[in-house]
């Protein structure tokens, strides 16, 4: 019996050891004990949660590597207050074993892809997490803030007419400038006398 129990001990440890690191993906987990995640998720007027046309995911910051990771998921759609929270999916870290600490960020965006959005996307700060997985229960996102998925403007290239009329007076300016320091220039020589 003991050496049942020991085994038990040792298989559940090496499985905590060695298994893939998860996190739990929920922006509103209000029961968590020691603390809490309230992270609101806003349109560009600041007041609406994002919401159905929305979707979520997670990205690994590792230096000036960024990996989307899955699964994704989207934005609740049940009533106004809960269009600001994510539906909660636990996402995998691979390569990353539970119990280690990864930087994460969370981007919103409408459309298929956080690099394909268009025209309304936003993403939070970095946060630092503990990875869970095997026995241990997924990591949580304690300390992600709030942030706008903001407009990203259109702007389009100038018309040659909208060049001209800022370049023209621009250039005419120009050479009047020269012109009269010429003019002044040659004044100075005429008038300086000779030795």
Known sequence: MNRLILL????????????QGT????????????TEVNAQV???DGTTGAGAGYNAELVMVAGSAITPLTPRTVFRSGTAADAFYVVPVVVDVPGVPSGT???????????????SSSPFRGQSLQLNVVLGGGALPPGKLIGLGNFVAFVLPD?????????????????????????????????????????
């Open 155 to 195: 702007i389009p290239e100038p018309s040659i007419t909208l060049l001209s009329l800022i370049c023209v007076p621009i250039i005419f300016a120009c050479l009047v400038r020269q012109r009269n320091k010429r003019q002044k220039m040659s004044q100075l020589s005429q008038n300086t006398p000779s030795c």
């Open 101 to 115: 600490a990864v930087t994460l960020m969370m981007r919103a965006f409408q459309g298929t892809s956080w690099e």
């Open 8 to 19: 038990t001990i040792l298989f559940l440890a090496e499985t905590s050891l060695w298994s």
């Open 23 to 34: 996190v739990l993906f929920s922006t509103w987990e209000p029961y968590l004990i020691g």
């Open 42 to 44: 806003r349109r560009a």
